[in-house]
């Protein structure tokens, strides 16, 4: 290991953790709230005085927001600003180590490699896949990211074949949608610690795609159609 990541590790307090390595921690059952509190504290004002090492740090903090389940809701933001990060950071970090174990980890890949394949992917057979791929063909974060969205967005056309000239812009929008619909349901654990405020703001940027779903609704059951919002 490099010294810089040894003297990280000799400053990450040992009590209640099984392992330690640069993709993340695995604690041992049975922290309780008091120690799990103490040990989010003390990762975080580490990750705040760090200039290196930053995805370990991130990858640790994931690993223990995904321990805590619960315990924290409402506080990333404010873990976040204590560590210098961006809370969507934080809250990726914590949907990453939640969809793959310490011991699913690749050593042989980045932690970036990994929020690729944990953001896009929830089943633990598609993420070990693409866990695998990525090590296999030794890909680039760029280039992982680039076949993720090309799988996500599936064939141009329905029945697989490539879409004609004149009928692309259909098929085209359904891909983006298909891809949309994905992205969204494998984040359920963002979204759903959403505030009031940040719902209101999500529906009045997703208005012409609820606009766009009343229409389809009212054309699928022979409904009139209705006036778009201009």
């Known amino acids: 290991m490099p010294p810089e990541f040894n003297d990280l590790l000799k400053g990450l ?7 330690a390595s640069r993709l993340g921690l695995a604690l041992k059952p049975g922290l309780d709230l008091a120690n799990w509190s103490n040990l989010v504290a003390q990762l975080v004002q ?4 760090a200039s290196r090492n930053r995805d370990t740090l991130t990858a640790w903090l994931g690993d223990l927001l995904a321990f805590g389940a619960g315990r924290y809701r409402g506080q990333i933001s404010e873990y976040a600003k204590a560590a210098g990060l961006d809370p969507g950071t ?4 914590k949907l990453v180590c939640s969809r ?3 011991l699913s980890r690749h050593n042989t890949l980045s932690w970036s490699h990994h929020c ?7 089943a633990p057979a598609e993420i070990e896949a693409w866990l695998n791929l990525a090590e296999r063909e030794g890909l ?3 280039e992982l990211r680039k076949r993720i969205r090309q799988h996500l967005a ?6 697989g074949g490539a879409a004609s000239a004149g009928g692309a812009a259909p098929f085209a929008l359904l891909r983006e949608l ?28 997703m208005r012409p795609i609820l606009d766009f779903l009343e229409e389809m609704q009212a054309r699928r059951v022979g409904r009139p159609s209705l006036p778009m919002a201009g």
């Open 13 to 19: 307090p040992r009590e209640h953790i099984d392992e």
């Open 46 to 49: 580490m990750t705040g005085r």
């Open 90 to 93: 934080l809250r990726a970090a």
């Open 100 to 102: 793959i174990p310490l």
């Open 116 to 122: 690729e394949v944990g953001k896009a992917f929830k």
């Open 140 to 142: 680039s974060v760029r």
């Open 154 to 159: 599936g064939p141009t056309a329905p029945d």
């Open 178 to 205: 298909r891809a949309v619909g994905r992205f969204v349901q494998n984040h359920s654990e963002v979204w759903q610690e959403w505030s009031p405020a940040t719902c209101e703001l999500a529906l009045s940027e």
